[in-house]
């Protein structure tokens, strides 16, 4: 069962390939749908790819599929398919040009620590990032503060694309919520009814908590640096 919302997006989506081979951008998506900003799209998105009606296409990541459209799809229809149509199949590739969207801009959530805990801020700006470093699954950006994590390969200003989750195994890197305040990026492990949260640098100490005082926030799924 889709949402209004979800059945707005993916019957808009389904209508733009239609009529331009090319699946909308995220701004286009905003508008149509009067969201106040692109990290509305993207959990929507997300949810319709969970539940199987579109998916990503390889490698480009705003390239999108309509692979069905709910059961109950009726009046809101722009327009009827004819008799002998699938609802919610997109005209065979060779009828349509390859989508050439390659990006995906996922939220951006301020700056966390990868030395000692601060505020992880909640915000509207977005990330635009490579499809490649995204697998299936709702994600969002941090950027890095500290040198922590260095022996990691994660360096202050770089940005964390982040897996949201709440589930972790010992050994992942993980954002942590340190009672309810503060967020930091470390490795997860757990012993004695402690959590354990491990730095990258020999020059800083494991911070060690009770199990409730801990929520794992996402785990990190790749890392955007940029040059100056």
Do not use: C, W
């Not at 389904?14 to 699946?23: A, D, H, W, Y």
């Not at 508008?31 to 390889?58: C, N, Q, T, Y």
């Not at 390859?98 to 959530?109: M, Q, R, S």
């Not at 004695?192 to 996402?218: C, F, K």
């Amino acid at each position: 069962m889709l949402t209004a919302k979800q059945h707005e997006l993916l019957r808009y989506i389904q209508v733009k390939l239609e009529e331009t081979g090319i699946s909308p951008s995220f701004e286009e998506m905003k508008e149509a749908l009067d969201l106040k900003s692109k990290s509305g799209v993207h959990r929507l998105i997300s949810a319709l790819e969970e539940r199987g009606f579109i998916r990503r296409l390889p490698n480009r990541a705003r390239a999108l599929e309509v692979l069905r459209q709910p059961e109950n799809v009726g009046s809101s229809t722009p327009r009827a398919a004819p008799a002998n149509d699938v609802i919610g199949r997109t005209p065979p590739p060779a009828s349509r040009p390859e989508p050439a969207n390659d990006v995906i801009e996922i939220p951006l959530h301020g700056r966390i620590a990868a030395g000692v805990p601060i505020e992880a801020l909640e915000g509207q700006a977005t990330l635009p990032v490579p499809a490649a470093l995204l697998g299936a699954g709702e994600h969002y950006a941090l950027e890095v503060s500290g040198d922590s994590m260095i022996e990691a390969g994660i360096f202050d200003g770089d940005f964390a694309l982040v897996k949201r989750t709440d589930v972790a195994r010992d050994g992942d890197i993980v954002v942590a919520l340190v009672r309810n305040e503060e967020a930091t990026l470390k490795y997860l492990r757990r012993e004695n009814g402690m959590v354990r949260l491990d730095p990258a640098n020999g020059a800083y100490d494991p911070q060690i908590y009770p199990a409730h005082e801990v929520q794992v926030q996402g785990k990190l799924a790749g890392l955007l640096r940029r040059y100056h």
